[in-house]
């Protein structure tokens, strides 16, 4: 029976380098294919509905923008006892960071939770309303889909290099506002 | 001589919320609500194509990614004057109401129950005893002594490895917890169990919608899914056979668990039908549409003032002249720049902190008002405004919830009790079962509608040089979100969106009246005032979601709930 693993990308698109996480996964998607069990996604920020997405996995790999103090574009990785260190004193704090804690414990409660969790923690540069990322952002996200693919083997998953990449550009930064085009303008 | 408390953040909901009260002779004398973080998401939309809009309204909180897809598709259709296929209307309105039951079962489980259920009863509940009472309450088949049984176990083994894990930051063996232990065991079982049930509505936001939390099927005139009841990969009599029988299982949760829970909790605090009135205005819109054009609904809309359920108005349409014309929104107390109160249409969002002073602004939040006036608006007033408008299906479990609560309390239940902290859960667990028997229906429609041979789910938008504007309304779980568009040369020219949340948390407005949350703390009494649960019982039923700004994950956990006596 093949692992079950989630990958998921963490943080609003919308909101300057929060959005790396779901860039990350970008770069997943369209470089690479994973093995049977294996699903990667763009979470967003899901608040405790991220219960629906770990339950019943083995194994959690999230990617997400951190508030570590260090300096930006620094990779850091927390384990599970290194999230819930602290306990789950910021319950529903803010949008995913305090259910990140909770989800895990509500999971662990249900007798759902995934033996491994990892989270692939990058630190942001700004967070302004945004759609682009900080250079510092865009860097860490090579080595942070690196060590995503690390843990993937590491626990036995399967991926390979697609012999033809997506475009692995994004919608949200694609989708410039200043160059938007293809509009059916008539005069009625 | 009143003391002043904080409460910053308030814990179990989505986003950051902050409550400062006064507290005089064990009772709230006066309060203020401010949301501590700011939202200018709009300002995103500037210039874009009004097609793609709906991708990024998505984004605005990571918890209503759909309800704000769906309000901005809709914003640009009324602005075009563009009709939608019926089978993309029923398709939508199946999604809506999946996300719908799949919020209100997490938020009375997960975000609200651990106000009323004290998890350190559970130990003393007796599970025999409690399945027998469990069974004379519902038919539920998963209300088995072994079931139980398992249920206190766990509880157990929380409590007897000292790790309170996810409990740990209760108020439990609080004064104003009054639940048997048997009760206790019941809602706690229950909020294992609806773990499973909100998973499957989910499932079938996914199953419809492509992908979860982020569907991808909508587009501005209709949907995306390509009908076909002979392919596999298309929507097929397969897939909505799958959907149905999920849609099936969370009604049966909905009507024999979450209803019935609710009602014995209330049973048991029959007070708090007294307590947390606050704004008796009330405002809805209708949704659910029928038909192409939008003319027809099965869920009703309309406003209630100042508590006089006989003299309900009723809108006819989701965009009814009488809401397009009447909503603006006021900045007196909140932080941004502006004097007089804005029509969303001409609406502003530009930034102006002062810190937190309560004579002055005080929270990032907007006051939106209808008329002038501050309205209350989720379950409640949806509930309110179809009993005043004699709408069957609300009526219906109404009658049912009342009934059931007087049969347990021993008290006469009537609809003016709903006028309360405990009246905004009844009315949630009502509109639920309301929304799941419509579910079923949409979904029969749906079923016909392309048994009839149509399989169409788009029309094409046209977008005119001239400038147009359109709103776009859905009753959301939290109730009434609007998305108002100005359209130019087919681009965007202003956004605003007018959320749930934004109505309930307001702040002040020019004239001084509190905002809902506000309005109904004062009188609350207070047991504890350093342990504030009956602020977090009120503030929690109207449930808070003000996820709408950045917040990364802190490994340091420097940023701790805080209860600041003064």
Not at chain 1, 81 to 99: C, N
Not at chain 1, 112 to 134: F, M
Not at chain 2, 199 to 221: C, D, E, F, W, Y
Not at chain 2, 505 to 517: C, F, I, K, L, V
Request: proline share 6%.
């Amino acid at each position: 029976m093949k692992k079950k693993i989630t990958i998921g990308g963490i943080g609003s698109v919308l909101l300057g380098d929060d959005g790396v996480g779901p860039y990350v996964v970008r770069l997943l998607e369209a470089n690479y294919e994973f093995g049977e069990g294996i699903t990667v996604s763009d979470l967003g920020t899901p608040g405790l509905d991220l219960v629906a997405h770990l339950s019943g996995q083995d194994a959690l790999i999230l990617i997400d923008s951190v508030d570590n103090g260090a300096s930006p574009g620094t990779v850091t990785l927390y384990r599970r006892a290194d999230i819930l260190k602290h306990g789950p004193s910021p319950v529903r704090m803010d949008p995913h960071s305090p259910a990140l804690s909770e989800s895990l414990l509500i999971a662990e409660l249900a007798g759902q939770n995934p033996d491994e969790v990892l989270l692939v923690g990058i630190t942001g540069h700004r967070y302004e309303v945004g759609t682009s990322l900080s250079h510092a952002a865009r860097r860490a996200a090579t080595q942070a889909l690196a060590e995503t693919l690390a843990e993937v083997a590491r626990l036995g998953g399967h991926y390979r290099k697609r012999s033809n990449p997506q475009d692995s550009s994004t919608w949200w930064e694609a989708t410039e506002a200043n160059d938007s085009t293809a509009l059916l303008l008539t005069n009625s | 001589m009143a003391r002043r408390i904080t409460i910053d953040p308030i814990t179990r909901i989505e986003g950051h919320l902050r409550i400062d009260v006064e507290v005089d002779n064990n009772a709230v004398s006066n309060a203020w609500a401010s949301c501590t973080m700011w939202r200018g998401i709009e300002k995103i939309l500037r210039g874009r194509d009004p097609r793609d809009a709906w991708m990024f309204t998505q984004r605005f909180c990571g918890v209503c990614t759909t309800v704000h897809a769906m309000a901005s598709v809709r914003a640009v259709e009324d602005a075009l004057k563009l009709e939608v296929p019926p089978n993309a209307q029923f398709i939508r309105n199946l999604i809506l109401i999946a996300h719908a039951l799949h919020d209100h079962i997490v938020h009375f489980y997960q975000l609200s129950a651990l106000d009323w259920v004290d998890i350190l009863q559970i130990p003393k509940a007796d599970p025999a005893r409690t399945s027998k009472l469990a069974e004379s309450l519902s038919p539920w088949p998963r209300n088995s002594r072994n079931e139980l049984k398992a249920a206190q176990d766990k509880v157990n083994a929380v409590a007897a490895s000292g790790q309170l894990g996810i409990f740990a930051n209760g108020y439990w063996g609080h004064p104003a917890m009054r639940l048997s232990p048997d009760i206790n065991l019941l809602a706690f079982t229950h909020y294992l169990q609806a773990l499973e049930y909100q998973r499957k509505a989910l499932q079938i936001v996914g199953m419809l919608g492509s992908k979860t939390p982020h569907i991808q099927n909508l587009l501005v005139g209709g949907v995306a899914n390509a009908i076909d009841f002979d392919s596999p990969s298309a929507l097929g009599m397969d897939k909505l056979e799958q959907i149905k029988i999920l849609l099936d299982e969370v009604v049966d949760f909905v009507n024999n668990v979450y209803l019935i829970d609710v009602c014995a909790v209330a049973a048991s605090y029959p007070e708090w039908f007294k307590i947390g009135s606050g704004v008796t205005n009330y405002l809805a819109v209708p949704d659910l549409p029928l038909d192409t054009k939008a003319g027809a609904y099965d869920l009703p809309g309309g406003v209630i003032m100042a508590g006089n359920i006989g003299g309900a108005q009723k809108f006819k349409t989701a965009s009814d002249p009488a809401f397009r014309e009447s909503v603006t929104e006021d900045v007196t107390h909140a932080y941004y720049q502006g004097v007089k109160p804005l029509h969303p249409w001409v609406g502003e969002t530009e930034p102006e902190f002062t810190g937190w002073d309560g004579d002055k602004k005080y929270s990032w939040v907007k006051s939106p008002r209808y008329k002038g006036q501050p309205m209350q608006v989720g379950p409640l007033s949806q509930v309110l405004i179809g009993y005043a408008q004699g709408h069957p299906l609300t009526r219906k479990y109404a009658e049912l919830a009342l009934s059931k609560i007087s049969a347990i309390a021993g008290v006469n239940a009537t609809p003016a009790m709903l006028h309360s902290t405990l009246g905004r859960h009844g009315a949630r667990a009502i509109r639920a079962a309301v929304l799941g028997e419509l579910a079923q229906k949409h979904w029969q429609l749906l079923v016909d509608n392309v048994a009839k041979g149509d399989l169409n789910v788009h029309n094409q938008p046209v977008f005119p040089s001239s400038e147009v504007e359109g709103v776009g309304t859905h009753e959301a779980p939290r109730g009434t979100l609007s998305h108002w568009v100005v359209i130019k040369d087919g681009k965007i020219k202003n956004y605003q969106a007018v959320v749930p949340s934004t109505w309930n948390a307001s702040p002040r407005d020019q004239s001084g009246a509190h905002g809902p949350y506000e309005a109904s703390l004062l009188h609350t009494p207070m047991a504890r005032p350093d342990e504030p649960l009956e602020v977090l019982r009120t503030v929690h039923s109207f449930d808070p979601c003000m996820a709408c700004a950045c917040h990364t994950f802190d490994p340091s956990g420097r940023q701790i709930a805080r209860v600041k006596v003064l």
